[in-house]
């Protein structure tokens, strides 16, 4: 089954749709405007020529926002230089005594198209940014700060900055829809998985363990392994949840992931509190447990013991078992031949984590593994 996972940019389209709808509003306002005081004006046939420069420009924004890829900064930058250029301009086309008399200037709420755009594509900074620079534009081409004139760059700082705001909360909201929808996805392949692998594998265990229990030598054994692999996999499918896309760095308790090897034959230590690390981290980690105890299980006489330690700045986890142990040599002996386990599965994971393996043996006194990752603060 294929989930619809919605983009989380789909989110910002009303907001661009509102952007446009507001530029053309309000160029039909300095429509009005132009008509109600063209006789005004010292230039009124190059007043008419600017608005239909800004209708041109209304358009070319239109189209240009309405294309993801387009909403970089060439067509942010130049959105601005041209309402900045259509307000220095103002000042010959109106004429001294028509801004003098208190008329608006030639863009009006126009001007504003810009700052709505900055603060849809880059929240409150942007916004606030694009607003000083035409704010402070518009009062120097009048040539006095008027309270009218004042207010309305307050008002249209405050737009930047409200719109900014709402358009980072939209697209955080989309992104966690985005994660939730694919969540669910994964849940219920998850589902589909338990019952194909409850159907099958399970039973199989299953079956092994019963009718070998009463066996005695490798039989006997291979039972046992079956049932406590049986175990895992039920602790396995009903116990782990899956990892969103974009979810690597989620905080996830260690404790939990570990717990899946806790039995009879395994004990397990671990703090009273959560021991929390980033999802990817505490999965790794938890691999290169699963593969020294798979050791423990081969070499070590089935018995082992597990501590979990917060040391605040890292997390140590230690592996030991009672088994009859091995001399210092034998590992490197053992890379040579081309055995890589420990080397891949447990050393070149703590590498790869940051993290350090340590692992100390002696002839007839066990082997003790100690795994620490640092733990990494934002």
């Known amino acids: 089954m294929v989930a619809h996972v919605p983009a989380a940019g789909g989110f910002e389209v009303p907001l661009w749709r509102a952007v446009a709808v507001f530029r053309v509003a309000s160029l039909a ?4 405007v132009l008509i109600r005081d063209a006789d005004r004006y010292a230039h009124p046939i190059a007043a008419a020529g600017l608005v239909l420069l800004m209708a041109a420009w209304t358009a070319v924004t239109a189209i240009g926002y309405a294309v993801p890829a387009r909403r970089g900064w060439p067509l942010l930058l130049a959105d601005l230089g041209v309402v900045v250029a259509i307000l220095l301009a103002t000042p010959w086309v109106m004429g001294r005594p028509a801004l003098d008399a208190g008329l608006p200037t030639l863009p009006v709420a126009w001007l504003s198209g810009p700052v709505l755009a900055w603060a849809v594509c880059g ?3 942007r916004g606030a940014v694009a607003a000083l620079v035409l704010g402070a534009t518009d009062l120097a081409t009048r040539g006095m700060v008027t309270p009218t004139a004042f207010n309305g760059a307050i008002l249209m700082l405050l737009a930047g900055v409200v719109v900014g705001h709402v358009a980072r ?11 939730a929808v694919e969540l669910e996805a994964a849940t219920r392949e998850r589902e589909r998985l338990a019952r194909d692998i409850h159907d099958s594998v399970l039973q199989v ?16 054994e291979l039972a046992r392994l079956a049932g406590e692999q049986e175990v895992a996999l039920r602790s396995l499918i009903s116990g782990a949840g899956p990892v969103a896309a974009g979810a690597a760095d989620a905080p996830v308790d260690l404790r939990t992931l570990l717990g899946r090897h806790a039995s009879a034959t395994v004990s397990l230590s671990a ?8 999802s990817a981290v505490a999965r790794e980690l938890a691999a290169a447990v699963g593969a020294a105890l798979d050791n423990v299980a081969r070499h070590g006489g089935g018995r082992g013991w597990v501590l979990i330690e917060d040391e605040g700045s890292a997390v140590t986890v230690s592996i030991r078992d009672e088994g009859p142990g091995f001399p210092p040599d034998r590992l490197t002996e053992a ?4 055995r890589l386990g420990v080397a891949q599965a447990i050393r070149g994971r ?9 692992i100390s043996s002696t002839p007839g006194a066990g082997t003790e593994v100690e795994l620490t990752v640092p733990r990494r603060r934002s």
Not at 171 to 177: D, F, K, P
Not at 350 to 358: E, H
């Open 350 to 358: 703590l590498v790869d984590l940051g993290g350090v393996a340590r």
């Open 205 to 220: 265990l299953a079956l092994v363990q019963r009718r070998g229990a009463h066996l005695d030598g490798e039989a006997g």
């Open 271 to 278: 703090p009273a509190d959560p021991v929390l690390l980033p």
């Open 335 to 338: 890379v040579a031949q081309g």
């Open 123 to 125: 929240g409150r900074r």
């Open 29 to 32: 306002y300095v429509c009005v």
């Open 169 to 179: 909360l939209t697209v955080t909201a989309g992104e966690r829809l985005h994660r």
